[in-house]
């Protein structure tokens, strides 16, 4: 696995403001003390990258960032770096804490819907540590406007039809739109978008529960 060229592996960026256990993530999902964790906010300086195996992706190279609530001269150069990771990352990891979804969340997201996305990522999620859905923001679609563009915030409030959402509410039947015989509303001729958004969402909580024990660790 450490044969694997760098530009294969997905690249997963960690995101976040200070403080929030960026490091701690990083460190319990590769399974070593790979950045350093203290409960001093700003930590994490300049970008550590790690590269492991994390099944079932595959190889993964993670890319632990400074806080992007870091202030000061110096503050704006690291808040600078991590910004320009979030333009070369397939992946964003934004971890919040006590639920706060601020203008600073909302610039990450912003910074990967404006990149004219290649790949397959479409949306980003904030769950919440016991698995519950705190935010979901479609990051790239290509669908036809005033059709399927209602997933995304600012067309419609349909994307919050997942807050407070988790595996067990609904039910797994019912994670699905109501086509499908789901909870969550479709739009008229264009079903395949929000059909997708469904699996997506579901997928990263699946992600969630699949990997609680080593995101957690001993803290909660
Ligand atoms: N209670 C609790 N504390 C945590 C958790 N994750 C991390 N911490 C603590 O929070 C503090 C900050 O953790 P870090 O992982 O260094 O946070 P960070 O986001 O990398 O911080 P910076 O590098 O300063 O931006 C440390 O004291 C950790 O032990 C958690 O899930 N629960
Ligand atoms: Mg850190």
């Known amino acids: 696995m450490k044969a694997t060229p760098r530009g294969l592996r997905v690249q997963i960026g960690l995101f976040g403001r200070r403080n929030v256990g960026k490091s701690s993530l990083l460190n319990a999902l590769a399974g070593q003390e790979v950045a350093i964790v ?43 770096r991590s910004r320009r990771v979030v333009e070369r990352t397939d992946l964003a990891l934004l971890v919040v804490t006590g639920g706060v979804w601020g203008d600073l969340e909302e610039e990450v997201v912003a910074g990967f819907a404006e990149r004219g996305y290649a790949g397959d990522i479409q949306v980003l999620m904030a769950v919440d ?12 679609h290509a669908e036809t406007p005033g059709l399927g563009d209602k997933i995304e915030v600012k067309k419609d409030p349909w994307i919050k039809s997942f807050d407070g959402k988790s595996l067990g509410d609904p039910a797994p039947a019912k994670w699905g739109v109501k086509k499908d015989s789901g909870i969550f509303d479709q739009f008229a001729g264009a079903t395949i978008t929000p059909r997708a958004v469904v699996k997506a969402v579901k997928g990263g909580l699946e992600f969630y529960a699949d990997h609680r024990q080593e995101i957690l660790g001993g803290q909660s």
Do not use: N, W, Y
Request: proline share 7%.
């Open 129 to 140: 540590s016991d698995g519950r859905t705190l935010g979901v923001r479609v990051l790239k």
């Open 38 to 80: 203290s409960p001093v906010a700003g930590t994490t300086t300049d970008p550590v990258e790690k590269a492991f195996e994390l099944l079932p992706l595959g190889p993964v190279l993670f890319i632990d960032t400074a806080g992007l609530d870091d202030a000061g001269t110096l503050g704006a150069e690291r808040t600078g």
